[in-house]
């Protein structure tokens, strides 16, 4: 009954009052933007690289001047006649969490960053902003996009990806569309990789809130082959030739796997309408990774994939922040008198915008760990350690699929951010 009173409140809240204003500014087609970003800790910059057209739009045609959360920089469209916004959107990035790293202390790097936008019917000026651990302005670059450009690239219209729907509930103007791409599958594996695909997905929807609006979502799994299999582990020397170039070590930590070839993922893709990139790396070395709009790369044949790829599906999809810490120190992504914008760790300096009205009157904050395992997943309040860090950074129950592999579910405060996005995303 609350669940069902909780859909109707939100529903109400996230009516498609511009939903009418896509058809005015938009065709059905998608501009793929490709950005460098670059720099170090003391600078960064924005540089355009590529526009790229595709055949089809798949994402919102609501809600489409507003952010779905704060993330670690936007997008801004604007009719360049009027003025008026007419599309927002919202990511993290690799190169944003290098910055906080020791090498960005001395080295400046470029990394690739593509975003899905729809495409305009009459000129339009797109700003793109980075934000500092503290929410301010690092960088921005504003350019005009003519859609009549002939140099605007044209993608996907003749060459397409192999692919097989794993879940089609609608067209991809009603749904909420995943890509999940193969990565160090050979031609000769792409059965392996059909299978492995099908195993994330029904790890995805058998957690809630997806369990309860799978008819929300279709799932696309895109044969993208390379010429090597499995993935690259620098440091044991091991090197491969892959779809995307992924490699574990980043940041020369062992298990975050990641990729710097962005627009490689988004080449694979062009022609297939998807909003959301899902990686399966084929290997059994324990990894992975997962950054908010961007994408989410987890090896397929460690005994711990399923959880994994739920794990870091609630990063990429969700914006949903880790709930586990291993040091006393302050984590330089996350300033103590600053509210973190993800939805499921607060640093309590701006509580009532997280979970505060889920948390039952007279429940002590900071709250005492539950010891009763009915009570680890469920009973909301705050408790410390969170963000990385054991002090100043607080989470909503004992445990949760963002802290642990062990956890049988999300939390009920990671339930109710993820439910807010898909029907942000669907409503």
Same mark, same amino acid.
């Given at each position: 009954?609350?669940?069902?009173?909780?859909?109707?409140?939100?529903?109400?809240?996230?009516?498609?009052?511009?939903?009418?204003?896509?058809?005015?500014?938009?065709?059905?087609?998608?501009?793929?933007?490709?950005?460098?970003?670059?720099?170090?800790?003391?600078?960064?910059?924005?540089?355009?690289?590529?526009?790229?057209?595709?055949?089809?739009?798949?994402?919102?045609?609501?809600?489409?001047?507003?952010?779905?959360?704060?993330?670690?920089?936007?997008?801004?469209?604007?009719?360049?006649?009027?003025?008026?916004?007419?599309?927002?959107?919202?990511?993290?990035?690799?190169?944003?969490?290098?910055?906080?790293?020791?090498?960005?202390?001395?080295?400046?790097?470029?990394?690739?960053?593509?975003?899905?936008?729809?495409?305009?019917?009459?000129?339009?000026?797109?700003?793109?902003?980075?934000?500092?651990?503290?929410?301010?302005?690092?960088?921005?670059?504003?350019?005009?996009?003519?859609?009549?450009?002939?140099?605007?690239?044209?993608?996907?219209?003749?060459?397409?990806?192999?692919?097989?729907?794993?879940?089609?509930?609608?067209?991809?103007?009603?749904?909420?569309?995943?890509?999940?791409?193969?990565?160090?599958?050979?031609?000769?594996?792409?059965?392996?990789?059909?299978?492995?695909?099908?195993?994330?997905?029904?790890?995805?929807?058998?957690?809630?809130?997806?369990?309860?609006?799978?008819?929300?979502?279709?799932?696309?799994?895109?044969?993208?082959?390379?010429?090597?299999?499995?993935?690259?582990?620098?440091?044991?020397?091991?090197?491969?030739?892959?779809?995307?170039?992924?490699?574990?070590?980043?940041?020369?930590?062992?298990?975050?796997?990641?990729?710097?070839?962005?627009?490689?993922?988004?080449?694979?893709?062009?022609?297939?309408?998807?909003?959301?990139?899902?990686?399966?790396?084929?290997?059994?070395?324990?990894?992975?990774?997962?950054?908010?709009?961007?994408?989410?790369?987890?090896?397929?044949?460690?005994?711990?994939?399923?959880?994994?790829?739920?794990?870091?599906?609630?990063?990429?999809?969700?914006?949903? &922040?880790?709930?586990?810490?291993?040091?006393?120190?302050?984590?330089?992504?996350?300033?103590?008198?600053?509210?973190?914008?993800?939805?499921?760790?607060?640093?309590?300096?701006?509580?009532?915008?997280?979970?505060?009205?889920?948390?039952?009157?007279?429940?002590?904050?900071?709250?005492?760990?539950?010891?009763?395992?009915?009570?680890?997943?469920?009973?909301?309040?705050?408790?410390?350690?969170?963000?990385?860090?054991?002090? &100043?950074?607080?989470?909503?129950?004992?445990?949760?699929?963002?802290?642990?592999?062990?956890?049988?579910?999300?939390?009920?405060?990671?339930?109710?951010?993820?439910?807010?996005?898909?029907?942000?995303?669907?409503?």
């Amino acid at each position: 009954m609350k669940k069902t009173l909780f859909s109707l409140i939100l529903s109400s809240l996230l009516l498609p009052g511009q939903a009418q204003d896509f058809d005015t500014y938009f065709t059905d087609r998608t501009l793929r933007v490709d950005y460098l970003f670059t720099g170090d800790a003391q600078k960064q910059e924005v540089y355009l690289d590529e526009l790229c057209a595709l055949p089809h739009w798949a994402g919102r045609r609501q809600h489409l001047s507003e952010l779905p959360l704060e993330g670690n920089g936007n997008i801004t469209m604007k009719d360049k006649a009027t003025g008026e916004v007419i599309y927002r959107t919202s990511f993290s990035s690799l190169f944003q969490e290098w910055i906080s790293e020791k090498e960005a202390q001395s080295v400046k790097r470029g990394f690739e960053n593509t975003f899905l936008l729809p495409y305009p019917k009459q000129a339009a000026i797109v700003t793109i902003e980075l934000k500092d651990v503290r929410h301010r302005t690092s960088a921005s670059f504003t350019h005009e996009v003519n859609p009549n450009d002939i140099l605007i690239h044209q993608r996907g219209s003749t060459h397409v990806t192999p692919h097989r729907y794993l879940l089609k509930n609608g067209e991809a103007k009603d749904c909420i569309d995943i890509a999940i791409l193969a990565e160090g599958y050979t031609a000769e594996e792409m059965e392996l990789f059909y299978r492995d695909a099908q195993a994330a997905c029904d790890a995805i929807f058998a957690h809630e809130p997806f369990a309860r609006l799978k008819d929300r979502f279709n799932v696309v799994a895109v044969a993208s082959e390379s010429e090597d299999s499995g993935v690259s582990i620098p440091r044991k020397n091991e090197w491969k030739a892959t779809a995307v170039s992924s490699h574990f070590d980043t940041f020369y930590s062992d298990r975050y796997l990641t990729s710097r070839s962005v627009k490689a993922m988004h080449n694979w893709l062009a022609g297939i309408p998807y909003e959301h990139v899902v990686i399966l790396a084929n290997t059994d070395t324990y990894g992975g990774g997962g950054i908010y709009n961007s994408y989410l790369l987890t090896t397929a044949h460690h005994p711990m994939f399923r959880p994994v790829v739920v794990h870091e599906f609630g990063h990429s999809f969700g914006g949903l &922040g880790d709930e586990y810490a291993y040091t006393s120190e302050p984590s330089p992504m996350y300033p103590y008198d600053i509210e973190p914008w993800e939805p499921n760790i607060t640093t309590l300096v701006n509580f009532e915008s997280k979970w505060k009205d889920m948390v039952p009157e007279g429940t002590p904050i900071p709250t005492t760990p539950e010891k009763d395992r009915k009570l680890l997943y469920s009973k909301v309040g705050v408790y410390e350690g969170g963000g990385y860090t054991l002090k &100043g950074i607080y989470r909503p129950t004992t445990e949760c699929r963002m802290k642990i592999n062990e956890a049988p579910r999300f939390c009920p405060v990671c339930e109710r951010a993820l439910e807010k996005m898909i029907h942000f995303y669907t409503y």
